[in-house]
C-alpha cells in the first residue's frame, strides 16, 4: 500500500494555503461586493475558496480547474452539499488547456500551472474581464534564505524560487494590474497549516506504528517537518494580491 494514512490529502484544512477563514470571509465579502457574474479559480484544489465566493455572490457562476482529480471530486461533492452544483462547473485538467476569462479571476497558490510567478501574472492578465479583479497568491521570501535553508527546502530550491513582496508587486503591475490590497499571512496561519497538512498522518502513525508501510510513513512526515521547521518558517511568506485591471481595457481573450 502506498501512503495508506491519507497524507498530502489535507483533509484537515479548510484551505490548501495558510489562510484563515477569517482573512478568507473577508477577501470573499470584498470580492463578492462588485457583483461578479463569472468566476474562474485555476489550481482551485478542492474548491472552497471559489464555492465561499459563489456563495456570497449569488448573481455569478464559477468554474475551478484542478489538475488533481481527488481534489476535483472533493469539490464536487462540496458544491452539492451546499446547494451550488448549478452554478459552479469543476474541471481536471491543466490550467493552460482551460483558459476561460472571468470577472473576478482566482490564482491561488497554484502560479506553477503557468510557470514562473511573472509567467502566471502575464498569462493571468488578458484573463481578466474589464474592470474585474484577480485573487493572486502565492509564496514569497520573508527574507533571503541561507545556503543551509536552501538545502532544507523543497528540492531544486534557489533563492530565484521565490520573490520579495516588493518584487512580486512590480511585477503585478508590469503586467498590467493595479495593487488594491497586499497582505501576507501569519504566522499563525502558517503554523495551522503545516501542522493540519500533516495531523491526519501523524493521527494514523500512532495508531499503527506496526504496519508495514510504518516506516516510510514516517520518513515522509519527518521529511515534511524537516522542509517547515527547518527551511521554511521564518524565511517563506505567503503573499495575497487584490489585483484591479481598467475598465477601459480592450478584451483581449474571449469566452469560448
Sequence with gaps: MTNP?????????TFHVPLSTTRADRLVAELASRKPASVTDFGCGWGELLLRVLDAAPQAHGIGVELHGPDVERARGNAAGRGLAHRATFVEGD?????????????????????????????????VNPGGRLLFSCEIWERTPTAEELTNLWPGSTVDTCLHLPDLVDQAVAAGFRPLGIETSTRGEWDSFESGFAADAEEWLLANSNHPEADAERARLDAHRTTWLRGSREVVGFAFLTLGVPTDTPRTAERP
Design 5 to 13: 494514512s491519507g497524507f498530502g490529502a489535507a483533509r484537515r484544512l
Design 95 to 127: 490550467a493552460r488547456e482551460h483558459l476561460s476569462p472571468a470577472d473576478l479571476v482566482i490564482s491561488s497558490g497554484a502560479y506553477q500551472a503557468f510557470g514562473s510567478i511573472p509567467d502566471a501574472l502575464q498569462a493571468l492578465r488578458p484573463l
